[in-house]
């Protein structure tokens, strides 16, 4: 019966959500000098486009227009996003990760850059958050980069939503990583009992997280919800935080600027990618500041 409730709310996040309107603007500094702002270009202090780039067809690109103000002493962590629902397409998220972007973080999603009004477009893989990893890593040494120099390839996250967030778990154990972010899913614990494509994962795995996590579920009405809570009990050897909004499976990521999850997770972001320990007080203390939000419920292990 979970099975079943669990596909059919997957195919209706792919077929029945919609997609902000976006406005056209031009970034120079690109290969493909045709980028897109979503919404106004985030509340972050660095204005952020979206684009695909040339030399990643198979990925989203979304980071501060401005690359000049980011170099030795100010560099952009990176973040691989993998789509709900297995999409090869960033098209539901597109609000929370041009938020998240701009902040100061090189934001790279699976998938082609959505059109207005697309819904996705075939399947993706796992494999695909390391080959965005790959990318801004050879970037970062390419002297004919407009990011050459400019990204901290020591502070990467992979994060992703639903089936974004066990192709999160499944390659969180590379050793690249600092920290995961894992939004509405968690290991339904018999292998292959999701919608087809889904990373076949075991509760085993877990065991093979090397860096602070982070969980954030839509409450008991998110059916990734036990699965989520299940993997935080689970979890006793690094420093682990879950929070839930009354949500459900659909989170916020299509609210303006990505609603309340997208400021969650830009703040652990700027602590675990930026060392901003300001933005960790959500996080830390007994109790943390997240914990006084009257629409989240916490708990955490391992940490301060």
């Avoid at 690109?30 to 202090?45: F, I, K, Y």
């Avoid at 990467?156 to 509405?184: F, K, Y």
């Avoid at 997280?209 to 699965?227: C, F, K, R, V």
């Amino acid at each position: 019966m979970m099975k079943k409730t669990f596909i059919s709310l997957m195919v209706l996040i792919v077929a029945g959500f919609g997609f902000q309107s976006l406005l056209f603007a031009q970034d120079c500094a690109t290969p493909n000098p045709l980028g897109r702002v979503v919404e106004d270009g985030g509340t972050g202090a660095y204005s952020a486009i979206m684009y695909t780039d040339s030399t990643l067809k198979t990925h989203t690109i979304f980071r501060p227009k401005d690359l000049k103000v980011f170099g030795t002493d100010n560099k952009l962590p990176i973040i691989a996003w993998g789509n709900g629902a297995c999409a090869n397409s960033p098209w539901e998220h597109v609000n929370f990760l041009s938020e998240v972007a701009s902040h100061g973080f090189l934001v790279i999603a699976i998938g082609p850059m959505p059109q207005e009004g697309e819904q996705g477009r075939g399947r993706s893989y796992a494999s695909q958050l390391l080959d965005a990893i790959d990318w801004a890593i050879a970037q970062n040494g390419d002297q004919t980069s407009p990011f050459y120099n400019k990204v901290d390839v020591s502070k990467i996250s992979v994060s992703g939503m639903s089936c974004g967030g066990l192709q999160t778990l499944e390659v969180a154990p590379d050793p690249r990583i600092t920290t995961a972010v894992v939004c509405n899913s968690g290991i339904i614990g018999n292998a292959g009992s999701g919608m087809p494509g889904m990373p076949a994962l075991t509760k085993d795995h877990l065991a093979k997280l090397h860096s602070p996590t982070l969980y954030l579920l839509g409450g008991e009405s998110d059916i990734a919800y036990n699965n989520g809570m299940d993997d935080f009990n689970r979890i006793n050897h690094v420093p682990i935080f879950v929070a839930n909004m009354d949500v459900g499976h659909g989170g916020t990521y299509r609210e303006p600027h990505g609603g309340e999850f997208a400021v969650v997770a830009t703040a652990w972001y700027k602590w675990q990618l930026k060392g901003d320990e300001e933005a960790g007080k959500m996080f830390t203390g007994n109790p943390s500041q997240l914990s006084h939000s009257p629409v989240w419920t916490v708990d955490k292990k391992n940490m301060p």
